[in-house]
């Protein structure tokens, strides 16, 4: 099986910055794309930002400037940098990992991170 652990998170006063991590952990080939993503009070789930297995980002406009994702594969874990933080960005941040778990199949299963609550208020 496999598991994401996050970690990070946190009150923070508006303009401040948090650094979220997500490792994953257990049994499996290889990791494709992972993301971040948040949900807000009241709101559905939404895509914050990816990373593909060659690095390459893709970021909500809402944080494009603000949030950087990042990765290290060696460690099989991905970042969310977060800069400039308004009290929108107040959500639960949820990463996700696309997972080939075995060596003879393409096959990329969907893992989910507990979740971390950020709460942006003065």
């Known amino acids: 099986q496999v598991q994401l652990m996050e970690s990070g998170g946190g009150l923070v006063q508006p303009g401040g910055s948090l650094r979220h991590s997500c490792a994953a952990s257990?049994?499996?080939?290889?990791?494709?794309?992972m993301a971040w993503y948040r949900q807000g009070p009241g709101n559905q789930r939404e895509l914050v930002a990816t990373i593909t297995s060659g690095g390459r980002t893709n970021y909500l406009d809402f944080v494009q400037g603000r949030f950087t994702i990042s990765r290290d594969s060696a460690r099989n874990t991905v970042y969310l940098q977060m800069n400039s933080l308004k009290p929108e960005d107040t959500a639960v941040y949820y990463c996700?990992?696309?997972?080939?778990?075995?060596?003879?199949?393409?096959?990329?299963?969907?893992?989910w991170g507990q979740g971390t609550r950020v709460t942006v208020s003065s």
């Open positions: 996700n990992a696309a997972v080939v778990r075995f060596s003879w199949s393409r096959t990329r299963y969907s893992y």
């Open positions: 257990g049994t499996f080939f290889s990791i494709n794309a």
